[in-house]
T-cell receptor, first 113, second 116 residues
Framework: NAGVTQTPKFRILKIGQSMTLQCTQDMNHNYMYWYRQDPGMGLKLIYYSVGAGITDKGEVPNGYNVSRSTTEDFPLRLELAAPSQTSVYFC????????????FGSGTRLTVV | AQKVTQAQTEISVVEKEDVTLDCVYE???????LFWYKQPPSGELVFLIRRNSFDEQNEISGRYSWNFQKSTSSFNFTITASQVVDSAVYFC?????????????FGKGTKLSVKP
């Protein structure tokens, strides 16, 4: 049981480049999330999805896009990378809105130079 | 508005000391869930505990214990006889059942350093 898998683990981007952070879960969870963690801060919600084909903005969505074509995959797209997007990105999933817990991926450390 | 406050930014203790990490939350929901996560230097998030708003019983798991008090909107975490391996950043988080996103709202974390 792999849980939530994020790739890549590390990446350095130049300003203006684009990339996609991959997130896959094999638990048939409906809810998926992308968070970013800046130094000394807690995690902030970028985008979330409550099921395949349904996505919505979180607290800090600017500069990002997502899609959810399948239950398993929830990629995060960065267009025109900026230094402000230097952060650690976590993908998470949960079965539903009830008392079930969350499963987090191991994170992607992104540096934009 | 929903909010989680961890007032202690950094705590440093000597091994075998007891340490309490504070967490205060704000929510208008009557049904909610509180969490603690550990983030060791390796960076991953390790789940420690989940409590729902209807269960105020304190919980103990080995050297870890949690004190949930709705009257003061607090969910504090105590490590007894701390060890160097407890050094990490600890996050308290809130999830509201009435919130359609179902996401976690995190505090800023408390960095715990346990010195030998």
């Amino acid at each position: 049981n792999a849980g939530v898998t994020q790739t890549p683990k590390f990446r350095i981007l130049k300003i203006g480049q684009s990339m996609t952070l991959q997130c896959t879960q094999d638990m048939n969870h409906n809810y998926m999330y992308w968070y970013r963690q800046d130094p000394g801060m807690g995690l902030k919600l970028i985008y979330y999805s409550v099921g395949a084909g349904i996505t919505d903005k979180g607290e800090v969505p600017n500069g990002y896009n997502v899609s959810r074509s399948t239950t398993e995959d929830f990629p995060l797209r960065l267009e025109l990378a900026a230094p402000s997007q230097t952060s650690v990105y976590f993908c998470a999933s949960r079965l539903d809105r009830g008392g079930h817990g969350y499963t987090f991926g191991s994170g992607t450390r992104l540096t934009v130079v | 508005a929903q909010k989680v406050t961890q007032a202690q930014t950094e705590i440093s203790v000597v091994e075998k000391e007891d340490v309490t990490l504070d967490c205060v939350y704000e929510t208008r929901d009557t049904t909610y869930y509180l969490f603690w996560y550990k983030q060791p230097p390796s960076g991953e998030l390790v789940f420690l505990i989940r409590r729902n708003s209807f269960d105020e019983q304190n919980e103990i798991s080995g050297r870890y214990s949690w004190n949930f008090q709705k009257s003061t909107s607090s969910f504090n975490f105590t490590i007894t006889a701390s060890q160097v391996v407890d050094s990490a950043v600890y996050f308290c988080a809130l999830s509201e059942a009435g919130r359609s996103q179902g996401n976690l709202i995190f505090g800023k974390g408390t960095k715990l350093s346990v010195k030998p």
